[in-house]
């Protein structure tokens, strides 16, 4: 019994000639119905991760806005200029990693290899500033859990802060920012050195020249994922840094 | 009927051509990006009152959207695509304020 | 809902007499029932419908009678009518659910107040003069009683099925639900939340006397002290008088009839003082300051059990006048009984 | 068999099964273990939920066991709680969320569009490996000691007051969170990517469709799901309050983000099965399913309105009054495509030629069974009823009439319906009807009473009740020992059918998908040159016309 029995026409894609590229699948029909697929599924896989930063930001929202005076005392005790330094570190990353997609897709690799190490490189200064921001938390007992310590939201002058002292009930709430501070950006950084364990493989393989002969794919999808993670952060830095820098305004 | 000759069955609203965005445009947006960092941090030390988390929020939004649009080729991408990027926001958006209708709701009456 | 009462009588009756329906022990519990009929008949007449189409058609069209199939597209009308009969039914499921759901979350005024507090696994009745009780209700018939409830562990749910009344009581809240008995008798609480290990013996009763045995069970059972009285105690032991003096000089606003008026606040908002606003006021005093004062009030979390805050917020509830407060305030630690407030209810 | 089925078989004396096809192409345990084949994963999953439905299964049986007395006596409270929330946590994340999605969907979809394998082979069998990691995670919990958390996780209860392995089981339904994810992002790509000529939207089996509205909830869903279960997990070992009603969390922010993911879940648990429906009543009476573009875009709709309806589980847990008003109507308009449904079906038989072999039996079962499950969800949509009916057993019935009647009786009508396809092989169909017949009678004996125990108050997760709830327990246990007959019958019946079971032939129904149109079992390609459809989907009038061509040129 043959097979196909539908009405089958002598098949047409001989018409669309595509080059036929070693990493051409078999189950695709053409080249480029390969790449859309990817660039679709990457856009699909994104939306999982919005949702999934999704809750933690309704969660943000809410105690925002339940906790606000909290909310502006701790976020205040999070330093602006690593902040902002940081979201330059991470958008000049996620630039160089535009350059290495367009270095790809116009073949030329070194370009594609300097671009992607560069890349690599800031997200690893965007980690080290992260962990110096957290080793401070550390040492300031804002870690929330048994160490965490709110005497310097109730008492700020005693630590020398402009602040307007916090009832302690409400100060007991800044727990709760530096839960969802830890919670967002480890998630993030989660992310980060995901992206970073594969911006090292990807690099390697353009070294042997895997992506600068049309092949591109593989960078581009790289490349959704990591500015999708500087969005995050886009979105971090405001909520997180910035909520209020005129205390007792 | 259309899709005879098109094996890959790419109908026209779910197909776009390959595009290659030049780096002077990114080199464009990356500059608009810092720009736009700086614009938010400072706006954050002038008391705006309630406009305060509203512009950095915009800011925000913006900076996304030319990330999305540019760094992240939505915009010369076909518009299944972008229906898709929209189709994740909006499900973002119904959690919001579906969720909102408890807590704002919460303090109106006796309950 | 108008069936012939002899009708309903009847019904009412048969089904009592079963096992396979619920007794109908509160006035709430006829409403819930005639929704409960109303969906029942829906349910039924649709699988009806559904059944007699589906086997009609297979055996009015089975191979044997009508071997070749006509293939038929669709129809609009038909597809109208399929939307909109059910989504009728479902509308009026709504609106008649939803104002049932508003008599039962919606306590009348003139309700009579007990407390309850759920903890793994026993639920605690505190009734304003006294009377604890653990996993049993003391009520009376004809009278709506009003219940109100927080849990100090997990969330827990209030049900008596028999009642058809239920409320999750929540860590961190107070919930209401309101009744009102009818037939005196003993009906089961149930723990309907899973909250953990002996979630199942979260159990107990709940009796209905009629008015004058209910007289005489509060009198045989009180414990010497209402919750205003061990209020006031704690009210004394906390220091709260030291603040809340009620003298034109304290530093803490005057409690003497904040119950129910409506307050101002700093932020320029106003609240309602019920309960939940006055349990909230001593566990996160900066979140409502009150207007014209500075938040200087302690905040009491951890320091108070559940139990102890009931009793303090039937105590300011209580506090018609400053008579009170101040008579605590000279005779300070006051371990002895404290003579009756004047305005507290007796229940 | 009787003269009025339409069954097809090829003359047994000669028939053989294709001499290569996806099962003997390669051979050895490895081949199956890193195939790309989407068949062949279909396969892998089938006997994995297989398994962890009789997990589930036998959790169901003991559960039922100690309630055949109002007495505490078979077992510790604990272990009673361990029992019902790994019955409940198995069933939905292992068993009925993959069912039919990953075996049958995973089998079918890129055959029904005419495509060779799923857009990303390699994530396809990435899923069923996440499926198994997380599976060995909650299968570790339930070994180390089990979880009592309940299925549905609950804060403060699951975050401070169990010493339990929540955190291992979180972690498992975390992995299996993602093998759903992958396998929804792979449908719903194949479905927009990889469709044949001709395939246009509306010429694609409802199959698909249900499917892909499926797959859209668990793209979005789930990540939902898993974040709030990662706040968990992080609550119980660093304590960071996010949930804590003493730190200041709200717990009811936690049934929120939960029930955004749990109950789009219960679409996906059901939407694939009607798509199975679909197929099968089609088939059967051998017509184009009434008001296609209805059925089609109801699951759309059903998908669509799904995501907002979710506060409907909290309706007494101290949500806004305000807020449940709004919810219970959204409840009840996603109620509506879901009658629309059933009556398409129904007028699919009219004028049809209908035929009642086991498929056809299970979805005659399906259709009762859910239309009752369907309607006493909207008793629970209807605010002031619900505040009678939730947390007892009425919330039981309702979803096991939704989940077992529903979604099992359709995933178990699918199965006989394509297992000729999936195997080559025919089962018994006397066997099969007896079974389809037993599971019908055994489930409605199981839950039937739930319904009156509900309305009696009797509430759910009980582990003693009130001796006067007795007699409807009994009836509720015989009625599941039946029950649990009906399910093994299957089992044993197709397995026998895999040696000694008659050749099916290509097309034994005589269906007009694609996939009955090509050799069973299938050629690991599929197609071996991509078709061109220049047919809608169930025109059953192409198909003679195709039976009869092919008649000329062989004879
Ligand atoms: C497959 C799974 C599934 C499906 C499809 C559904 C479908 C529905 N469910 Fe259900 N539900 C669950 C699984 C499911 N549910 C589970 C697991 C729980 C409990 C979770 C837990 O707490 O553990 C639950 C709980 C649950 C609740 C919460 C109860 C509570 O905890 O208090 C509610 C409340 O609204 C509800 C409602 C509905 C409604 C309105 C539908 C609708 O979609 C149904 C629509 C269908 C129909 C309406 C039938 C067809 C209609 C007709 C044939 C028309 C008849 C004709 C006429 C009227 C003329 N469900
Ligand atoms: C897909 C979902 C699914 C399926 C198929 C089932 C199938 C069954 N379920 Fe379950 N059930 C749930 C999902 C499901 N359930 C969920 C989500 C809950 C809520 C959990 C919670 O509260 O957290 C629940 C809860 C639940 C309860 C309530 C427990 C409680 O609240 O205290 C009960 C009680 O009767 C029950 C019974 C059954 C029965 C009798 C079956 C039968 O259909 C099963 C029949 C199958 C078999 C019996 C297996 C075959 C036979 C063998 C393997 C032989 C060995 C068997 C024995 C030891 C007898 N289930
Ligand atoms: Cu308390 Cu269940
Ligand atoms: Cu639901």
């Known amino acids: 019994m043959d097979n196909v029995s539908v009405a089958t026409q002598p098949h047409t894609h001989e018409e669309h000639h595509h080059v036929s590229l070693p990493q051409h699948r078999h189950h695709f029909e053409t080249e480029e119905q390969q790449r859309e697929a990817g660039t679709f599924g990457m856009w699909l896989f994104l939306l999982t991760e919005i949702m999934f930063f999704g809750g933690l930001f309704f969660a943000y929202l809410l105690y925002r806005n339940w906790y606000h005076d909290a909310f502006v005392a701790a976020s205040n005790q999070l330093s602006i200029p690593l902040g902002a330094a940081n979201t330059a570190v991470l958008i000049s990353s996620g630039f160089f990693m535009a350059l290495g997609v367009w270095a790809a897709e116009v073949r030329k690799k070194g370009l594609l290899v300097l671009f992607l190490v560069i890349t690599t490189v800031l997200g690893f200064i965007f980690l080290g500033v992260k962990y110096v921001e957290y080793h401070e938390k550390w040492e300031k007992h804002h870690i929330p859990g048994a160490h965490f310590d709110i005497s310097e939201f109730v008492n700020p002058q005693a630590y020398g802060l402009k602040e307007q002292p916090l009832a302690p009930d409400m100060a007991a709430k800044t727990q709760i920012f530096f839960s969802l501070y830890f919670a967002m950006t480890g998630m993030h950084a989660l992310h980060m050195i995901i992206g970073i364990g594969l911006l090292v493989w990807l690099t390697w393989r353009s070294y042997r020249g895997e992506f600068s002969a049309g092949y591109v794919a593989p960078i581009e999808y790289f490349g959704l994922y990591w500015h999708f993670v500087d969005i995050v952060w886009i979105f971090l830095f405001p909520l997180l840094y910035l909520i209020n820098r005129h205390p007792g305004q | ?111 | ?347 | ?555």
């Open chain 2, 1 to 111: 009927m259309s899709q005879y000759h098109d094996p890959a069955n790419v109908t026209n609203p779910e197909h776009a051509e390959h595009h290659i965005i030049s780096p002077a445009t990114y080199i464009a947006v990356f500059v608009t990006l810092l720009i736009f960092t700086g614009i938010t941090v400072g706006a954050a030390y002038i008391d705006l009152g309630i406009l305060n988390p509203i512009v950095a929020l915009a800011i925000a939004c913006f900076k996304a959207v030319i990330v999305i649009l540019f760094f992240m080729h939505v915009k010369y991408q076909s518009r299944l695509v972008k229906l898709t990027v929209a189709a994740g926001f909006f499900t973002f958006l119904i959690l919001i304020t579906m969720t909102l209708t408890d807590y704002m709701s919460r303090a109106w009456g006796l309950w």
């Open chain 3, 1 to 347: 809902m108008h069936i012939s009462p002899v009708l309903w009588q009847f019904l009412v009756k048969w089904l009592n007499s079963s096992a396979l329906f619920p007794r109908e022990a509160s006035t709430i519990a006829p409403y819930a029932d005639a929704l409960y009929f109303f969906l029942l008949t829906i349910t039924v007449v649709g699988l009806i419908l559904v059944a007699v189409l589906v086997f009609g058609f297979a055996i009015r069209y089975r191979k044997e009678r009508n071997p070749v199939a006509t293939q038929v597209e669709g129809s609009t009308l038909l597809e109208a009518t399929w939307t909109i009969i059910p989504l009728a039914l479902f509308m009026v499921a709504w609106i008649w659910g939803a104002l049932l759901y508003f008599r039962i979350y919606n306590p009348p005024t003139n309700a009579m107040n007990i407390y309850v507090v759920g903890k793994q696994w026993m639920w605690k009745a505190e009734h304003p003069g006294g009377q604890h009780e653990i996993n049993a209700l003391h009520v009376p018939t004809g009278r709506p009683v009003q219940l109100t409830m927080i849990s100090q562990d997990v969330f827990h749910s209030f049900s008596i099925p028999d009642f058809r009344v239920k409320r999750e009581v929540i860590p961190g809240r107070y919930t209401t639900v309101w009744f009102e008995a009818t037939t005196p008798g003993t009906y089961h609480i149930f723990c309907t939340q899973y909250c953990g290990t002996n979630h199942s013996v979260m159990i107990g009763d709940v009796t209905v006397l009629n008015p004058e045995d209910y007289q005489k069970w509060t009198q045989g059972s009180t414990s010497g002290t209402s919750l205003s009285q061990n209020g006031e105690r704690l009210f004394a032991s906390m220091g709260c008088n030291s603040c809340h003096s009620g003298s034109a000089a304290a530093r803490g606003p005057n409690l003497a009839g904040v119950y129910g008026s409506k307050l101002q606040l700093s932020n320029g908002s106003s609240v309602q003082v019920n309960e939940a606003y006055l349990r909230d006021a001593i566990l996160n005093p900066s979140q409502h300051i009150t207007a014209g004062y500075a938040p200087i009030m302690p905040t009491y979390q951890g320091q108070i059990s559940e139990d102890g805050l009931i009793d303090l917020v039937e105590y300011i509830k209580s506090l018609k006048s400053n008579y009170r407060v101040q008579q605590t305030l000279t005779t300070s630690q006051s371990n002895q009984a404290a003579p009756t407030t004047p305005g507290t209810v007796n229940p």
């Open chain 4, 1 to 555: 068999m009787s003269a009025h089925t339409i069954v097809n078989l090829p003359d047994q004396r000669t028939a053989t099964m294709p001499k290569r096809n996806y099962i003997n192409n390669e051979d050895g345990i490895l081949s199956w273990l890193f195939t790309g084949d989407h068949k062949r994963i279909a396969m892998l999953y089938l006997v994995s939920i297989t398994f962890f439905f009789f997990i589930g299964g036998a959790f169901a049986g003991l559960i039922r066991l100690e309630l055949l007395t109002p007495q505490p006596d078979l077992m510790a409270s604990d272990t009673y709680n361990k029992f019902f929330s790994m019955h409940g946590i198995v069933m939905i994340f292992l068993f009925l969320v993959p069912s039919v999605p990953a075996v049958l969907g995973n089998f079918l979809i890129p055959i029904m569009l005419g495509a060779k394998d799923l857009a990303f082979p390699k994530i396809n069998l990435l899923s069923w490996y996440l499926y198994w990691i997380g599976g060995l995670f909650t299968l570790t919990a339930l070994v180390l000691g089990g979880v009592d958390t309940g299925w549905t996780f609950t804060t403060p209860l699951s975050t401070h007051y169990l010493n339990t392995h929540v955190v291992t089981a979180a972690v498992g339904i975390f992995i299996i969170g993602f093998s759903s994810i992958f396998t929804g992002l792979n449908f719903i790509v194949t479905i927009h990517r990889m469709r044949a000529p001709g395939m246009t939207w509306f010429r694609m089996p409802l199959f698909i469709w249900a499917n892909y509205a499926a797959s859209i909830l668990m793209v979005l869903g789930t990540p939902v799901l898993a974040i709030s279960l990662v706040l968990v997990a992080l609550e119980r070992t660093i304590g960071i309050g996010v949930f804590d009603p003493t730190k200041g969390g709200d717990p009811l922010l936690f049934q929120h983000l939960f029930w955004f993911y749990s109950h789009p879940a219960v679409y996906i648990m059901i939407l694939p099965g009607m798509g199975v429906i679909s197929e099968v009543i089609s088939t059967f009476s051998r017509k184009r399913v009434f008001g296609y573009t209805a059925v089609a875009f109801s699951s759309v709709a059903i998908a669509l309105f799904g995501f907002f309806v979710w506060e409907h589980h909290m309706f007494i847990m101290g949500v806004s009054n305000y807020s449940a008003l709004v919810f219970s109507l959204l409840t009840m308009l996603v109620a509506v495509p879901s009658a629309i449904k059933i009556f398409n079906w129904a007028f699919t038989l009219q004028k049809g030629s209908i035929t009642f072999e086991t498929p056809m039996l299970y979805a005659f079962g399906f259709i009762g069974l859910f239309t009752v499950g369907g309607l006493t969800g909207v008793f629970l949509g209807a605010l002031g009823m619900d505040i009678h009916l939730t947390e007892t057993y009425f919330i039981v019935a309702h979803f096991h009439f939704v989940m077992v009647g529903g979604m099992l009786m359709a995933f178990l009508a699918g199965i006989h319906f394509w297992w000729p396809k999936m195997t080559g092989r025919m089962y018994s169909e006397s066997i099969s009807k007896l079974a389809a017949i037993v599971t019908f009678i055994g489930f409605n004996m199981t839950f039937l009473p739930q319904f009156i125990l509900g309305y009696l108050g009797m509430p759910r997760r009980y582990h003693a009740y009130p001796p006067e709830f007795q007699v409807l327990n009994v009836l509720s246990t015989a009625g599941a020992t039946i029950l649990g007959v009906g399910y093994m019958l299957p089992l044993l019946y197709l397995g026998w059918s895999l040696k000694y079971g008659a050749i099916a032939g290509d097309n034994p129904w005589q269906a007009t998908g694609l996939e009955w149109q090509i050799q069973s079992p299938p050629l690991t390609e599929n197609f071996t040159e991509i078709p061109v459809v220049d047919h809608d989907a169930y025109d059953y009038e192409w198909l003679e016309h195709k039976t009869a061509q092919e008649v000329t040129t062989v004879g």
